[in-house]
């Protein structure tokens, strides 16, 4: 499954990898995103490589992808009532 975001007026894609984790008698599922995705440019495929480190450039892009490329994937696995995504 992927999801559309812009960054730095370009329309790039976020993947996403869903696991069902079982916790103290509960199933929550987690999701990974992923932009190291064919026909994205290398530094698109990088944003998601390490959670910290970069300069501003590097840094804002992430943040990009962690939060709208988020809420849109959640969106596109059908999570819509998700008030506060972590």
Do not use: K
Request: aromatic letters at 10%.
């Amino acid at each position: 499954m992927t999801a559309g975001l812009p960054i730095e007026e370009r329309a790039e894609r976020v993947g996403g990898w869903e696991y069902q984790v079982s916790a103290t008698g509960f199933v929550v599922p987690v999701i990974f995103l992923d932009t190291n995705l064919d026909g994205s440019s290398d530094f698109d495929r990088g944003l998601t490589t390490r959670r910290y480190g970069g300069d501003e450039r590097y840094r804002l892009a992430r943040e990009c992808v962690l939060g709208i490329g988020g809420v849109r994937m959640l969106r596109a696995l059908g999570y819509d009532g998700v008030e506060i995504p972590h």
